[in-house]
């Protein structure tokens, strides 16, 4: 097991490497005054502090897999720096204090927003998150190869790298994504605020109300599996019991974004989730509608998404054969109101007690401290690097939607109490169990299906 015992041999000298100072920003930001560089008295631990004696959930312990690859090498400067071929920014903590190292613009607000949710995560705990020091690529593929790093005669361990999203074939760590901040640019309200107004219009219209069709709208440019999905919309010759929607974002945005509230989305009993060219954001959405989640099956995961199963969160979709799988599923919900009400429910369950903006910062939290565990050198700033705060963020920034995230996720004052206790890593007869059931039921539905469609031929 790797401690923070840093290392000479990272090339990390004792004399202080000049570096330019980040000039004093202060502005009012709504009622609160915001400056930077922070305080002492901003970046050390509350006086206040009380530790918590709740467990978090259990997709924490997904925590322990991810990180395991650097269990025993420890992860180096060299390790890092490796990732930087597509990483977009590098993120530094030195004494409570975050530094920032930008390689390349992300696309639209995912940098800003994910510098921002860190930013908040320090003020909630400040002075508890140890000097670190990682990359971050804000693009949706995986990028770290298991197969280059992970062979019997391999001998260089895999570059760190944080990412959205990971498979079973890349190495990439999972963080928690920008939209939890807010999505600007196509109008989607940070996490808290939708989550709520979701929730109020899920008990405007009861399950036995809504539409009896499974429901999808989106982004067709994103993915093949995607444009197979919309095959099986309904037509004059056949409905396949699906009502497909293409998303026009451009069109959207010239119209108000009127018809693409999400919160307003959960009128139908089943909802599809397809991924894109990765995992895809929209899926906490569709999991909180109250509805049956038709969850094509995926490729990618989250940080969050290994903590929910099937028929007990969703319902799985064949990728190969979408179209009569959903018909199946949307049939055998229709019959059987009471089982689909009720995994209807339980996801959406999971999503409000499971994924509270609570958890995910201590989600970050935890971790953020075990990668720092990991390594095997002292983070220094780099030269390159300018402090960043709250106030860098928000005093320049103009007026829009962007900002207005900024102000409502703002974290006003430290956490009374300090984060949830991490749940123990799996041992190896739980998580063989955990994997087990999760591919009896999925063989469990595909048998049903089977056999009905059999039934049709005859």
Sequence with gaps: MITNS????EGVTSKATKRTKTPPVSCLFGNLTLTCPLSSSETSISSTYKSSTEVCPEYFRWIHEDLSPWRKTGISNDMIMRARRTANFRLVIVDGKAYLETYGKAYQSRDTLNLWGILQLMKRYPGRLPNLDLLFDCNDPPVIESSLYMQPNSTVPPPALFSYCSDDSHLDIVFPDWSFWGWPEINIKPWNTLLEEMKEENMKLKW????????????????????????????????????????????????????SNLANQCTHRYKVYIEGWAWSVSQKYILACDSLTLLV???????????????????PIKINDMCRSIKFAVGWGNKHEQKVQEIGKASSDFIRENLKMEYIYDYMFHLLNDYAKLLTYKPTIPPNAIEFCSATMACPHPDGLEKTYMMETMVRHPSDTGPCTMP?????????????????????????????????RK
Aim: glycine content about 6%.
């Design 6 to 9: 840093f290392s000479k041999k």
């Design 208 to 259: 036995t109300e809504r539409e009896p069709y499974a429901y999808w709208k989106g982004n067709t440019d994103v993915g093949y599996s995607r444009k197979d999905l919309i095959k099986c919309n309904v037509s004059d010759k056949q409905d396949w019991g699906a009502r497909l929607y293409e998303q026009d974002w451009g069109s959207e945005s010239q119209n108000g974004f009127q018809k």
């Design 297 to 315: 099956k995926p490729r990618f995961y989250d940080f969050f998404t290994r903590g929910i199963m099937p028929l007990k969160h969703y319902w």
């Design 424 to 456: 123990p890593p799996f041992d190896p007869p739980s998580f063989h169990t955990l994997l087990e059931e999760k591919e009896q039921s999925i063989k469990k539905v595909e048998m049903l299906e089977n056999k009905f469609w059999s039934r049709q």
